[in-house]
């Protein structure tokens, strides 16, 4: 008996020890850790943080950094990314080390951007293909031809890694639509995408037709084949 005793007290102790590991960061500023955290997001996701409200700390589901009303710089696009919310699921070395702050994964919650159509190629690959682990929850896009809007989708959702790894999924002209991301299809990325996304809402009257290297040459109404 008093061994059993010995262990439930040796396992209270290292469940109060864990939950004061955890539960600590609350109470830490991150406004001197945020050149880390806006660091680590620039050099492994390639998101420059132009601004940002505030950072939190989360315990729950699992220990997270959250950034709030953040703005990302993307250099290619008419307007900045905007996020209402970016979790960054953190290991649990980086949560009392940022000097080597590292994550597993980040998660980009209703987010939007509004972007020239001759940055699409570009854009895309900027925003979805990347080699550590991402989820957008809710991302609106919205084309535009200088000032002219083209199309938008709506209520996208995409992650690089699971069970739904580089679908892409989301609504476009009130129909849902979902379509693999591939990086170097032939035809290209972008046409690719494009002839998915109209063979699967199959509206009439949609997303033509000419393309070149760099993205859409030009979009105008046209016909799905």
């Known amino acids: 008996f008093e061994f059993i005793f010995f262990l439930r007290y040796l396992l209270i102790i290292f469940l109060f020890s864990i939950a004061g590991f955890l539960t600590m960061p609350i109470f830490f500023d991150y ?3 945020a050149e880390a955290i ?3 997001l620039q050099e492994d996701y390639n998101f420059e943080i132009y601004n ?3 950072i939190k700390y989360n315990i729950f589901p699992l220990p997270n950094l959250q950034l709030e009303n953040v703005l990302i710089d993307l250099k290619s696009s008419e307007e900045n990314l905007s996020v209402r919310k970016i979790k960054i ?3 649990l070395s980086s949560i009392y080390n940022y000097k080597n702050f590292n994550s597993n994964k980040i998660i980009l919650e209703d987010s939007e951007i509004k972007f020239q159509v001759a940055n699409l190629k570009s854009l895309l690959k900027k925003l979805f293909f990347k080699k550590k682990k991402l989820y957008f929850d809710n991302l609106n896009l919205k084309i535009v031809d200088e000032k002219l809007p083209i199309i938008s989708f709506k209520n996208i959702k995409f992650t690089n890694f699971g069970y739904n790894k ?5 609504q476009v002209f009130g129909k849902k639509f979902k379509v693999e991301m591939i ?6 990325l972008i046409e690719h995408l494009l002839e998915e996304i109209c063979e699967t809402v199959a509206f009439e009257n949609s997303l033509v037709n000419q393309y070149n290297y760099y993205g859409i040459k030009h979009v105008e109404e046209g016909e799905c084949n």
């Open 89 to 91: 699921f953190h290991n």
């Open 31 to 33: 406004e001197k850790k």
């Open 38 to 40: 806006k660091l680590h």
């Open 183 to 188: 990086v170097d299809c032939k035809p290209s």
């Open 52 to 54: 940002y409200e505030r």
């Open 166 to 170: 580089n679908l892409l999924r989301g």
